[in-house]
């Protein structure tokens, strides 16, 4: 996989106290992870990293829009992303000795590194902005935003199958009443 040198932070000559890094992301950022569910990104990172002196404070804010599948209708829409994710990077003298830690939101680093790079977080963030269900949002009206023809055969379909009572059932509800 490509390393991608934009997203990486050089910490070594930075004073301590607040950073703000801001990044554009679009489809090509994700070329370097192979295929996704999703298209068209528009997201923006907003990411503010605070220095200490044995460790850093990482806030990832994330905005913008992507294009998902809709579940119920199966046509795209544009979904809002929204979120922010936390990020704590140790600065430690072994850091392979702690990577069976179990806590995902604490990162170590040798002492000895001088660059962070935080593309993978990036990646892994704006993919936890994503709901698992993806759902077309209510209109201002408080109706649905799926395909209306759709919805109709859903409904269609939804009354055809409470009319078919299976007959394997038939004979168990006789033992309801017991």
């Given at each position: 996989?490509?390393?991608?040198?934009?997203?990486?932070?050089?910490?070594?000559?930075?004073?301590?106290?607040?950073?703000?890094?801001?990044?554009?992301?679009?489809?090509?950022?994700?070329?370097?992870?192979?295929?996704?569910?999703?298209?068209?990104?528009?997201?923006?990172?907003?990411?503010?990293?605070?220095?200490?002196?044995?460790?850093?404070?990482?806030?990832?804010?994330?905005?913008?829009?992507?294009?998902?599948?809709?579940?119920?209708?199966?046509?795209?829409?544009?979904?809002?992303?929204?979120?922010?994710?936390?990020?704590?990077?140790?600065?430690?003298?072994?850091?392979?000795?702690?990577?069976?830690?179990?806590?995902?939101d604490?990162?170590?680093?040798?002492?000895?590194?001088s660059?962070?790079?935080?593309a993978?977080?990036?990646?892994?963030?704006?993919?936890?902005?994503?709901?698992?269900?993806?759902?077309?949002?209510?209109?201002?009206?408080?109706?649905?935003?799926?395909?209306?023809?759709?919805?109709?055969?859903?409904?269609?379909?939804?009354?055809?199958?409470?009319?078919?009572?299976?007959?394997?059932w038939?004979?168990?509800?006789?033992?309801?009443?017991?």
């Amino acid at each position: 996989m490509k390393q991608l040198r934009e997203f990486d932070i050089a910490f070594v000559g930075l004073k301590p106290g607040v950073h703000t890094f801001q990044y554009q992301i679009t489809d090509s950022f994700f070329e370097n992870y192979g295929p996704q569910d999703f298209s068209n990104a528009q997201a923006t990172v907003k990411l503010q990293f605070d220095k200490k002196s044995s460790f850093f404070l990482l806030k990832f804010e994330i905005g913008g829009t992507v294009t998902v599948t809709c579940d119920r209708c199966g046509e795209p829409f544009e979904l809002q992303l929204w979120d922010d994710f936390d990020q704590v990077v140790k600065l430690v003298e072994n850091p392979e000795e702690l990577e069976g830690d179990e806590d995902p939101d604490v990162t170590y680093i040798s002492k000895t590194e001088s660059h962070l790079n935080v593309a993978d977080w990036v990646y892994e963030f704006i993919n936890l902005s994503i709901p698992m269900q993806r759902i077309h949002p209510d209109d201002a009206n408080g109706k649905s935003g799926c395909n209306p023809k759709v919805l109709e055969m859903l409904e269609k379909m939804n009354q055809q199958e409470g009319e078919k009572k299976n007959p394997i059932w038939k004979d168990l509800d006789k033992f309801r009443d017991n």
